[in-house]
């Protein structure tokens, strides 16, 4: 049996948590770049005029998008090994609410933000 078993399941169901977030957020910015052809599509049929070409703030957005997961799924892994490390360490340690956790939480924050600005552009378009 592994040495406190329920503690590194519980951290490494965390990770995976943090890691399913990051797919999401890459799929996501993804998906943003790709509508952004469908929107050019649309307007080219309803509208009979030509279309024009992909927007660049819709490719940003896929990038960024795309950027921030990596950045997610390089702190969740450091965050996972510093936790197993100090779940086998046999000294006692206080938990400390850590840089990561708060970077990622404005991250997605920030992500979410980034989104309504990008949302409000393509309806004011």
Do not use: C
Request: glycine content about 6%.
């Amino acid at each position: 049996m592994i040495s406190r078993y329920t503690d590194h399941a519980a951290n490494e169901r965390t990770y995976l948590a943090w890691i399913r977030t990051a797919i999401a957020i890459m799929g996501f910015g993804f998906v943003i770049e790709r509508f952004d052809l469908f929107m050019i599509e649309w307007h080219r049929i309803n509208s009979g005029q030509a279309a024009i070409g992909p927007s660049s703030f819709a490719q940003m957005t896929g990038l960024v998008l795309l950027l921030v997961g990596i950045g997610i799924v390089v702190a969740a892994t450091l965050r996972f090994r510093s936790n197993a490390k100090a779940i086998e360490a046999d000294d006692l340690k206080s938990y400390q609410a850590a840089a990561t956790s708060l970077s990622l939480s404005l991250l997605l924050a920030a992500v979410g933000s980034f989104l309504i600005i990008y949302l409000l552009y393509r309806l004011m378009a």
